[in-house]
């Protein structure tokens, strides 16, 4: 039998995740913008983007599996 406290908690890490990667996203662009030197901000942006869903995918194959 699943436990909901387990399953709640991943949730919780999940949405953790995602409020800090949109931060870490929103900080990355502006300096990037502000620094052109350092990248085209989009393209920062995106790879923040893709590393952010790749670790939040992880997060919530674990918590699936947990459940289980």
């Known amino acids: ?9 991943a949730l919780t890490v999940v949405l953790l995740l995602v409020v800090v990667g949109v931060l870490v996203l929103a900080g990355v662009a502006y300096v990037a913008y502000r620094h ?26 674990v918590a699936v599996l947990a459940v289980r």
């Not at 052109?36 to 194959?61: D, G, Q």
């Open 1 to 9: 039998m699943p436990s909901p406290v387990l399953f709640a908690l």
């Open 36 to 61: 052109p030197r350092l990248e085209k901000p989009i393209s920062v942006a995106a790879t923040v983007a893709t590393v952010l869903v790749a670790a939040v995918a992880a997060v919530a194959a």
